[in-house]
């Protein structure tokens, strides 16, 4: 999903492409057009449309959110207990990413803050 891409990279990035590119994979996923590669390749960039982009630009559509946050929790929610961490760790690791690269235009400290809130939510959850 290079929109994702687009939008932590462009400023000037419009947010209509991602929509579209949100109800793509919501569609192809229901088809159930997918194996566990596909979904480790799309839905770590699912969960940064649906749960890091809203914090950081409120003007996103909620509708788009909405999508992507009920592809994320109803896919990560039919998965095994492998591939459930497996989406974890990538997510972990793209946020962990984002932080060190300084050509992202979300500024780091929105990163830091939404990546250790995430990893407080997951060690609970674990606890």
Same mark, same amino acid.
């Given at each position: 999903?290079?929109?994702?891409?687009?939008?932590?990279?462009?400023?000037?990035?419009?947010?209509?492409?991602?929509?579209?590119?949100?109800?793509?994979?919501?569609?192809?996923?229901?088809?159930?057009?997918?194996?566990? !590669? =596909?979904?480790?390749?799309?839905?770590?960039? /699912?969960?940064? #449309?649906?749960? &890091?982009?809203?914090?950081?630009?409120?003007?996103?559509?909620?509708?788009?959110?909405?999508?992507?946050?009920?592809?994320?929790?109803?896919?990560?929610?039919?998965?095994?207990?492998?591939?459930?961490?497996?989406?974890?760790?990538?997510?972990?690791?793209?946020?962990? !990413? =984002?932080?060190?690269?300084?050509?992202?235009? /979300?500024?780091? #400290?929105?990163? &830091?803050?939404?990546?250790?809130?995430?990893?407080?939510?997951?060690?609970?959850?674990?606890?």
């Amino acid at each position: 999903m290079s929109t994702v891409d687009d939008i932590l990279y462009n400023v000037n990035t419009s947010f209509a492409r991602l929509a579209t590119a949100v109800d793509f994979t919501r569609v192809m996923l229901s088809n159930r057009m997918f194996d566990n !590669d =596909l979904l480790a390749s799309l839905l770590p960039n /699912i969960f940064i #449309v649906g749960y &890091l982009l809203p914090v950081v630009f409120p003007t996103l559509e909620t509708s788009t959110i909405n999508i992507a946050q009920g592809i994320w929790v109803h896919w990560v929610s039919k998965t095994d207990t492998g591939l459930q961490s497996t989406l974890g760790g990538l997510v972990k690791e793209r946020l962990q !990413d =984002l932080i060190q690269d300084c050509s992202v235009c /979300i500024r780091s #400290v929105w990163l &830091l803050v939404f990546y250790c809130v995430s990893q407080i939510s997951s060690d609970q959850k674990t606890s």
